[in-house]
Every structure is written in C-alpha cells, then in structure tokens.
C-alpha cells in the first residue's frame, strides 16, 4: 500500500519553510552566512577606528614637535652683577634662544672698559612640553679707572632678522686695599697669574705661568687667559705639591709665552680656570673608597690681573737690515762647497744661538746681487724647553755662482734688539772666499775604428786629433746587456707588469679594508688643507681660516679615534686620545687648537703671524696623530 506525505496548511503569516538551496536562491542567506558578514563589518569598523586615533595621535604628536622646536628666537643681555671694584671683573652673557647668531656679535667701544670673550656653553631644556636651545656667550668686563658706565644696547642678525637689547649700567668703584673674598670656597681652591717681567717692548717674548691650586679636583680644563693686545704659546702643564701656610695644597703649574703685540700700559689677564672641585660633605669618612661623602662643585675661578708696561722699540739706531728680532744671540756661518764650477750649487749655513724669540727669527740677507742665482731658504729650531726661550735656529740657503769672475761670497750682517740693553746690536760675518772654475765642455764619446790606410795609422800615432778622409769601420765594443734598448725591450714588459700588479693589490686591499680607505681619503685631504690654510693665514683671511681648521681637525681626530668627524668634539679628546697613546704635550696642543676655533667664532680675528703660528700647530699635531699606532 503506498502512503502519501500529508502537508499541514502553512499558518498565515509564517515564513514558509523551504530547502536551504531554495531559500538561497530566492535571495536569502543562511543563519551562518550573515554572522560571518557580521563579524566583517564589526572588524571593519574597529580597524577603521584605530586608523583614526593613530592618525590623531600622529598628528598631535607632529604637531607637538613642531611646536616644540621651532619658535621665535630671543635674545637678551645681562650681566651677572652691576657693581664691581678696579681689578674685579663682572660676567657679560649674550644669551640666544631659539636660534644662533650669523655673525660674530661687535662688541661695544666703552672707553675705559675692557670687554673679553670668555667661552660659550649650550643648554637644551623642555618646559611645557617645548623643546628650548639656548646659546650662551660670555664675556668678562673690567674697568680700569672708576665711574659710572653704560653698556650700549647690542644688535644682532639672528635668523635673519636684527635683534636689540638693552643697555646696561655697571657701577665701578675704587680698588680695595684687599679684594673681598667671599667665595665658599676659596678655602679648598685659588688660582695666581705671574708674569716673568712686566716691563717689556714690543715684540719681547716674556714668561708667563699659571698656578692652580687646589685639595681635589676633576676634570681641569685649560685655563683661559684675557689679555688684548697679547699673544700666547700654547699652554704646557705640569703637577706638584705646594705648601701654603698651614695647609698643603696640590699644584698644576701651566706655562707659556706671551708677546706684546702693541705699546701701553696693558691689562693682562684675569686668568680663569673652571673644574669640579671635590669638597668632603656631611663628615663623611676620609676612608669612604667609593666618595659617598664627596661633592664635586663646579668652579670657575679666577686671578688677579696684571698690568705689564710695553714700550716702543726705539727709533734711534736702528740698523737697516733689523727685521724684527729681539734678545741676545750669536753668529755663524759656513759655505760649502768652496771650490765650484758655474752654476754649480753652493750651501750657505747660517747658525743663530742665543736666548729670545726664535720663532719670529729670520734668514739674514745676503745681498747677493745677480752675481748669484739663489733659492728660498729653510729654517730648522733646535730648542730642548721651548717655553725657556733659548736654544738655536738654523737657515739653509742656496746659491749658484753665475760667472767665473766671483770670488767670494759677499759679507752680510744680522742685528737684533737687546732688551736688557735697551740698544741694537749688529754681528757682523765676513766675506768668504769662492773658486769659481769655468764650466767644463762635456766630454764627446770615444768610439774604436779601424783602416786599412797605413799612413793613416802611421799619422794618428803622432797626432792627437786626426780627421779621417775616409771613416772605415765602426766597431762598437758592446755587450747587449749594458744596452739601454735591450733593457727597454726586455725589462720594460716586466715592470709594466710588476706596476700593474702592485696597483691590484693596493686596489683589493682599498676595498677590503675601509679603514684603510678612510685613511688614505683623510691624508690627502688634510694635506690640501695645510697648503690652504697656510695661504689664508699669509692672506690674514681669519674666518675661513678657522673653519677650514676646524674641519680638518674633526676629519683627522675622526679617523685616528675610528668616529664620525661630526662627533668630534674637545670633550672627546681626553675620553678617546689616551687610549691610543696620545702623549700630554699632544692632547694639550689639541685643546689649545679646539679652543681657539671656538673664540674666534665670536671674538675679534687674529693676525696673520697668530694664524700661521696656528696652522704650523695643526701641522705638527697632524704629524704626531699619524705616528700613533692604531689599527688599520
């Protein structure tokens, strides 16, 4: 029997149920379908919401740096005191934020008052979430008669606008009978400047010291002395002990050489030295290994001036043939050869010895006239303590005698200033007798023939010159071997290939070793710079002098230390040189070099003799740095 299905009549207003494929393919979607849809949409939507805060939270934060860093730039001036005392100095700051001058601020003309840069530091602070750069330059002040004075207002290019400030008034007294000594901490630390003389002329070099002292220390940098109108030898240092009174203090004695450039009665110094001084707080433990109970508090400190007396050089007596040079020095000169040809060339050595300033010593003139061709000489300083003033110069010249009529070489002189004679003296060497041969024929080639003309040979055994009538054979007596064409055509090929060969080798090795490469790079590149700075040091063209000095000591310190040339700064040194064996005198001319790129930045240039004095520094601290052993 078969059985129908029975259908139920669908209730009015349900969903009729249909197969799942029916119910898709009259555009519905099963249950799973639409959460998968769901869910889709609701990742959409937060992923979507996400890119929305992070890109506020972006844009904020742009907004926030931008903020941050860029803003007005401000400038002001201030001084650290408006009251002061004669021979008592007040701390002029030009502070810049938010930008750098573009130029090197013009100091103020105030008669009677001594304006002198004294160093620059940087501060970076965040306020409110801005990022602030501050510039600071400091200048000290020092009056020389009292009264009341006014700092005019300075104006200055900054960012390519003209910043004003406002004046300032200082108020100077009458010098104490002792000056107040109100630092804390004048018990643990003092400084002293001592001039060897303070009665000098113009151009006598004279010793000058600084004494620090002080119960402990870091961090010492080197002094900074004031003084317009002076130039100054690098500093060389040494440490000792000193007893003073009752108490017994350390010592670092920096000395160095100072030249009166200009006449009058010159303010020298104040002498500043700034370091962190180690004072023992709270009766902490003298054994305490680990200085749990030692402060170190930056110091800045500085000495009394001095007044140094700088007289003209008389113009009474002065020889013709001066050129400069003041002490007390003797004389001597040789020639070699004496026995010459024409045109052959002949050394003139002229020793001068004897206590002053060798470096401004000069080769005397010869006064050769055109009886001579010369060449420019060469000088060489021998001086075992630079610093003592003494030691011998020596000046190599050649000449070429041009006819055989000479026959001598002509006397010349050499006179100098005597400082402690108050006259000139004039050393006198005398004429030295030359032989001068005429030049000699070259030699014609000897060649060996032979005739079959009998009284030919019977005549050239009685003539010392015979022309042939008829020339016969020519034998050259010769091995190819000593002949220059068999060497070019043999030897040539195989140097060729020896050239090119070590020319490989030196390429892979470039390539393979960056060092290396880097080293290579930086050599060639400082030696164009010395030939650069030296011209613009004779041009007295300061401002590019300096920069181009200060490049070239970042590249060679760069590649010596193994670092970025821009991250070379004055701090590295003492952090990276003694790792390398750099010696004290090295590291102590590297700071002086450092520090004078830094003053010249925004202090008045200096003279060409001061700029070649420098460039010559840089050249034998360059020298010293290559013989340092690193690694390749």
């Excluded at 440490?239 to 050489?257: D, H």
């Excluded at 009766?283 to 700088?310: H, K, M, T, Y």
């Excluded at 402690?420 to 032989?435: D, F, I, M, S, V």
């Excluded at 000699?440 to 060649?447: E, I, L, M, R, W």
């Amino acid at each position: 029997m078969l059985f129908r299905s029975a259908r139920l009549p669908a209730r009015r207003g349900a969903r009729p149920h249909l197969p799942p494929h029916q119910r898709h393919a009259k555009g519905e979607q099963p249950d799973f379908e639409k959460l998968v849809k769901k869910l889709a949409e609701s990742r959409k939507s937060r992923v979507e919401s996400h890119i929305g805060v992070a890109s506020r939270l972006l844009g904020g934060l742009l907004v926030w740096w931008f903020t941050a860093t860029v803003h007005a730039a401000t400038f002001s001036v201030t001084l650290d005191r408006n009251v002061i005392r004669v021979g008592e100095q007040a701390v002029l700051t030009l502070r810049f934020d938010g930008g750098q001058p573009s130029g090197v601020p013009r100091l103020p003309d105030v008669p009677n008052l001594q304006i002198q840069f004294a160093g620059q530091s940087q501060q970076i602070a965040l306020n409110n979430g801005q990022r602030t750069v501050s510039l600071l330059l400091n200048y000290v002040v020092a009056a020389s008669q009292p009264g009341d004075y006014t700092i005019p207002a300075f104006n200055v290019p900054v960012a390519g606008a003209m910043l004003p400030s406002q004046p300032l008034a200082l108020k100077v007294h009458a010098a104490a009978a002792k000056l107040p000594d109100t630092e804390a901490y004048r018990q643990f630390t003092f400084v002293k400047l001592r001039a060897g003389k303070t009665n000098v002329f113009v151009g006598e070099p004279f010793a000058l010291e600084v004494r620090l002292y002080f119960t402990s220390a870091g961090e010492i940098q080197m002094p900074s002395l004031q003084g317009d109108g002076f130039t100054l030898a690098p500093f060389q240092h040494q440490q000792g002990t000193e007893q003073v009174g009752n108490a017994s203090y350390r010592v670092i004695l920096f000395r160095t050489v100072a030249t009166a450039v200009k006449a009058g009665k010159l303010a020298l110094g104040p002498a500043q030295c700034a370091f962190n001084l180690h004072i023992r707080v709270g009766g902490g433990d003298v054994f305490d290994l680990f200085n749990r109970g030692v402060r170190a508090q930056p110091v800045n400190i500085l000495s009394e001036p001095l007044v140094v007396d700088v007289q003209p050089l008389p113009l009474e007596g002065r020889p013709a043939d001066f050129n400069g040079a003041i002490g007390n020095f003797n004389l001597s000169a040789s020639v070699a050869p004496a026995d010459v040809a024409v045109g052959d060339p002949v050394t003139v050595r002229v020793q001068v010895s004897g206590r002053g300033g060798l470096d401004g010593l000069q080769m005397p003139p010869l006064n050769l006239g055109e009886a001579f061709k010369s060449y420019p000489p060469s000088a060489t300083t021998d001086a075992p303590d630079p610093l003592a003033m003494a030691g011998t110069k020596k000046f190599e010249q050649v000449v070429q005698p041009q006819s055989a009529d000479v026959k001598e070489l002509p006397a010349f002189s050499f006179s100098f200033f005597d400082p402690e004679a108050r006259a000139y003296r004039t050393l006198k060497q005398p004429a030295t007798p030359l032989r001068v041969r005429a030049a000699a024929a070259s030699a014609a080639p000897t060649v060996v023939m032979t005739t079959t003309n009998a009284a030919t040979v019977a005549a050239a055994a009685t003539e010392l010159v015979h022309i042939k009538p008829h020339l016969g054979v020519v034998v050259v007596e010769a091995t190819p071997f000593r002949q220059p064409a068999w060497w070019a055509l043999t030897g040539g090929p195989f140097a060729l290939w020896l050239a090119l060969l070590v020319r490989r080798k030196r390429a892979e090795q470039l390539v393979n070793n960056p060092r290396l490469r880097r080293r290579r790079e930086v050599e060639k590149l400082v030696n164009a710079g010395l030939a650069e700075l030296r011209q613009q040091a004779g041009a007295a063209q300061a401002e590019p002098f300096f920069a181009n000095l200060f490049r070239l000591l970042q590249e060679q310190l760069g590649e010596r230390l193994d670092l970025p040339g821009s991250a070379i700064t004055e701090e590295v040194l003492d952090e990276r040189l003694k790792d390398i064996g750099a010696s004290a005198e090295l590291c102590s001319s590297l700071h002086a070099l450092f520090q004078a790129c830094n003053a010249a930045r925004y202090a008045p240039a200096g003279q060409s003799g001061e700029l070649a004095k420098l460039a010559e520094q840089f050249a034998t601290a360059v020298e010293a740095l290559r013989k340092l052993e690193v690694a390749a």
